[in-house]
């Protein structure tokens, strides 16, 4: 902050208020955090019921999960009668090294995958009467209960957080009836070779199965001569006529010669024999964990969602544990991506943790980098080895190898026209870990890493005749490949700006100093065009891409001055263009959105990127997949770390409060020491549209510079040398170790507490599997004039519901999006037949999802999202929106309204069509999750105008 902030200091002179509210001679008063926290995060946890009859929570994403930063655990129905335990370990991978006679073409997804491990099968007898579980966050494990018409079974599971006395998964159970537990090993085999990707693959040889005591153990054999192992045991103890009590005791080795030892003495271990002390340890770990940070907001379905996925992040990974990638440590059978991908994944994955002030964590991503500086230099053309290194170009495994892998270049190494960027996006994440501590010991281990992946561009620049440095022709990720591409650009400017300051912090006289400078003055302006920023010279984003890597210098990198309005305009108009582009955006893309949104003062499309998110994309326990089976493990997180930078985000060295918070959406919201880069913890309270207080905690005395819409006089406790400038940044200089609170004169705080909104009760526990009755759906079927084919429709109305009088619920789309294929599903009506734009509090913001106009002209029902309704495949009978297409060739999007009979008649001409059908409403008695038929909120991903605040122009 020091150069930049004597610099700031200069350009408002003359232009400063000096704030003559202030408060001498008093004590500071302190912020303080009151928080039941096992009631707060009660209302969060993840509830699971399921009956013989209806849908169970079978799939792995709507499991309950438990995790110790490597061993993981997935608790699911795999029939009424049988309860699956999935285990995996996120530090088994295969080994197989290039130029072994197993190698597959130094290919790492045929070579050195994450592998699966196996499933416990849980089985009881009878009939199933009814079950549940639960994930208590608080105490960091599930418990559940079943009962069938043979008997009763309770049980309980964690993975020992207090790994270092046992590192094992425990599933304990009382029943009453019998039960019989059997170990399913999983093929060690790659996921690709499975799918027939990896032509002549050698399996690994069978696992072998031996016991040593009451210790099972099933040693699984690599063909590289190493082993990983996983170790269990089954203790009984008989309770009377209460029935017998049973502890699970599992645990999987990491790779190595020694595998077996390593899982048989951790289920030996003598931590294991007394499993009250060990789950009481476990829990008080989970108790110390969350109190670091708290965040509260009257989103109570979010609110949920944040907590579960701090819960997450600290199941996936810890500070000495394996990095978080893909999938952390629960493997998905058939899985795509076995792997660690370094174009976007691992970067979103971590965001959420600095802000959060659970920066112990990221060690576990710094520990890998600074591990394997060797085998990134080795990812460069020989000749460059001296000096430089770089990341793979798309994904690895946790040797941090490039292989032939997807795209590369020469000779399977990372050369220009590949992904060239991915080490220096990496290496800002371990930068902010600098930046939000200062502890320049970060420094002093992220310097050689940093200088050698600048460094790798120096030896591609091209000096240009416009007197600009330029780079080659790169990939961009996810999209093509053009020069001077904007992903790299952004990174190189961040890198070199960043190791030219972190030489000076150092005091390093590095050689490349003067070629770093002399780059980047001359380094080129990003390409923009009519869409705005540009994928690369001359090549415009002309199709929907669901990457931001065009965009990169406004976020994350932020590097562009949103205080110049043409800078800003330039801005908007990319990020409006990129999210205008609808068919390849997916959830992943929303959470950078909705921060980019907070940069350019649109709270309500903040908000809105990230209900949609919600509604259409995560899954029933907040994961989130691309295909059936590829779990994505970034996605929740990033969008925490959105939610985050609603209400702490830094950019143009200012820190900014409650910038991002929609008052509309969330009249209420709070948090308590959240991280702040300059080594700032951070508290704040906004209630109906204004900030009550902020309190600042100034851990290394560095310059603060505040943007908040306190209003002015502004009262500081205890009183420091400030100054407030005429655009509203409030300057304070604060001495490390020191305390303020900031509060506005005519509006002093009350009091100082911190505590959890009250929330919406009728969402407490919104996430995990409760099946509900499905409401009636809709089909096509023969025209009959029938009940069930009679709607309310009014033709004349530019936006009116399409009602269905016999159940009164009216025709929608379970998400707000109404995006191509989302189902066609009866919802509730508002009051009145013809929808308003009042938003609802249960449906989307002014009924997004179930206004419709009908075109007489071309005959199609367009839903106010632009999308029609669709007959699915052109042959039905289910129904789902669609592009709106009037010449399509089947005109299976159009539509014949009755105003007589009610019905609403396909003009479907596919010749494997049935014609003469209707919509109708057929009735079910499928249970499905509500969220699979809930919206949040309306989309409204750009455009939406946000609250008058000053434009910041340090």
């Keep these: 902050f020091s150069s930049r902030t004597k610099t700031l200091m200069k350009v408002f002179v003359g232009l400063f208020v000096v704030v003559l509210a202030m408060t001498c001679g008093r004590s500071a008063a302190k912020v303080s955090l009151d928080v039941d926290w096992a009631a707060f995060l009660g209302r969060a946890d993840m509830l699971y019921q399921w009956a013989n009859n209806t849908l169970l929570p079978e799939k792995w994403y709507e499991s309950a999960f438990i995790g110790n930063g490597k061993l993981g655990m997935m608790v699911r129905a795999n029939t009424s009668n049988i309860l699956r335990l999935d285990v995996s370990s996120s530090a088994v991978w295969d080994d197989r090294q290039p130029g072994t006679q197993y190698a597959q073409d130094n290919n790492f997804v045929c070579d050195r995958p994450r592998l699966p491990v196996g499933q416990f099968l849980v089985s009881y007898p009878g009939t199933l009467l009814n079950a549940s579980m639960r994930l208590v966050l608080f105490d960091g494990l599930v418990r559940g209960s079943l009962t069938t018409t043979a008997g009763s079974m309770v049980f309980t599971a964690f993975a020992n957080s207090r790994y270092q006395t046992a590192d094992v998964m425990l599933f304990q159970y009382n029943s009453t009836m019998p039960v019989t537990v059997k170990f399913v090993p999983s093929p060690a085999v790659s996921t690709w070779a499975l799918d027939g990707n990896c032509p002549d693959y050698k399996y690994n040889p069978p696992p072998v199965v031996s016991q040593h005591g009451e210790t099972t153990v099933i040693v699984q054999p690599h063909l590289s001569g190493k082993v990983h192992a996983t170790a269990y045991a089954l203790r009984t103890r008989s309770l009377g006529p209460a029935g017998n009590l049973t502890t699970l005791v599992v645990s999987i080795s990491d790779v190595s010669l020694t595998g077996q030892a390593e899982a048989i003495g951790n289920v030996t271990a003598p931590a294991t024999q007394n499993v009250v002390a060990l789950q009481a340890a ?25 907590w579960i996925n701090m819960y997450k992040l600290a199941s996936a990974t810890r500070a000495d544990r394996v ?11 058939h899985t795509p991506w076995p792997d660690l991908h370094w174009d976007l994944n691992v970067q979103l994955t971590y965001w959420p943790l600095f802000t959060a002030n659970r920066l112990d964590l990221v060690q576990s991503l710094t520990r890998l980098l600074d591990d394997n500086i060797a085998a990134l230099t080795s990812n460069v053309l020989p000749q460059f080895r001296v000096d430089s290194a770089a990341a793979p170009a798309g994904a690895s495994s946790l040797e941090c190898l490039q292989t032939c892998y997807w795209d590369h270049g020469d000779d399977c190494l990372v050369t220009p026209p590949t992904i060239t960027g991915n080490l220096l996006w990496t290496l800002q994440l371990y930068h902010q870990v600098y930046e939000y501590t200062l502890d320049k010991a970060v420094l002093d281990r992220l310097y050689p890493l940093l200088r050698r992946a600048v460094n790798f561009y120096t030896h591609w620049q091209l000096n240009g005749t416009d007197g600009h440095v330029h780079l080659p022709v790169t990939y961009s990720p996810e999209y093509t490949k053009a020069p001077d591409c904007n992903y790299d650009l952004s990174l190189y400017r961040w890198g070199l700006t960043t190791v030219l300051a972190m030489a000076d912090a150092l005091h390093v006289s590095d050689p490349n100093n003067p070629l770093w400078r002399d780059t980047l003055a001359r380094l080129t302006p990003y390409p923009t065009g009519p869409t705005g920023f540009l994928i690369g010279a001359n090549t415009p984003l002309a199709d929907s891409h669901r990457h931001f890597s065009h965009l990169m210098m406004i976020f994350p990198l932020r590097l562009v001055n949103f205080s110049s309005p043409d800078i800003r305009a330039l801005a908007e108009h990319s990020i409006d263009h ?16 909705s921060s980019m949104n907070v940069l350019l003062n649109r709270p309500a499309s903040a908000y809105s990127n990230i209900t949609l998110l919600l509604s259409g994309f995560i899954l029933p326990n907040t994961f989130y997949h691309e295909g059936e089976d590829g779990q994505c493990g970034e996605t929740p997180p990033a969008a925490s770390s959105a939610v985050q930078d ?25 948090f308590y020491h959240l991280r702040a880069p300059g080594a700032f913890l951070v508290s704040a309270r906004r209630r109906q549209a204004k900030t009550e207080f902020i309190e600042v905690i100034s851990e290394r005395g560095a310059p603060l510079y505040l943007q908040t819409d306190l209003t002015p006089p502004l009262v500081l406790t205890p009183s420091y040398p400030h100054t407030l400038f005429s655009n509203g940044t409030l300057f304070i200089s604060l001495p490390s170790g020191a305390t303020v609170l900031i509060s506005s004169s005519s509006s002093p705080p009350k009091d100082l507490s911190i505590r959890p909104v009250a929330g919406d009760k009728n969402y407490f526990n919104y996430w995990g599997f409760q099946p509900v009755v499905a409401g009636p759906t809709l089909e096509l079927a023969p025209c009959q004039a029938l009940p069930s084919q009679r709607f309310e429709f009014d033709p004349a109305a530019p936006q009116s519901a399409i009602r269905h009088p016999a159940s009164g619920l009216c025709v929608g789309t379970a998400a707000c999006t109404g995006d191509n294929g989302e189902p066609m599903v009866l919802q509730a009506c508002p009051p009145n037949a013809t929808f308003d734009n009042t938003p609802d509090q249960v449906g989307c913001g002014a009924y997004s999802n179930a206004r419709w106009t009908l075109n007489s002209q071309d005959s199609l029902f367009v839903m106010a999202s632009g999308r029609c309704m669709d007959v699915n495949g052109a042959t039905g009978p289910k129904l789902d929106m ?33 014609v003469g059908r209707c919509v109708t409403v057929v009735a079910s008695t499928r249970h499905v999750a509500p969220l699979r038929v809930k919206s949040l909120s309306s989309d409204v991903p750009w455009g939406r105008p946000g609250r008058s605040r000053p434009v910041p122009q340090p």
């Design 282 to 306: 476990h829990v008080a770990w989970w108790h110390a964990y969350y109190p670091a940070s708290f965040v509260t907001l009257t989103n109570t379905q979010l609110e949920a969602f944040y």
């Design 323 to 333: 990095v978080y990638d893909l999938m952390g440590p629960w493997f998905i059978d």
């Design 578 to 593: 990129w999210l205008g582009m609808q068919g390849g955006l997916t959830g992943f893309c929303r959470t950078a959105a």
């Design 646 to 670: 609603w209400m702490l985000l830094a950019w143009n060295n200012v820190i900014h409060v409650f910038a991002g918070v929609d008052d509309s959406s969330l009249p209420e919201t709070g």
């Design 882 to 914: 669609w592009d709106c297409d009037p010449q399509a060739q089947f005109r299976n999007t159009a539509w014949a309204y009755n105003t007589t009979d009610g019905s609403i008649r396909s003009l479907d001409t596919h010749p494997d069509f049935t």
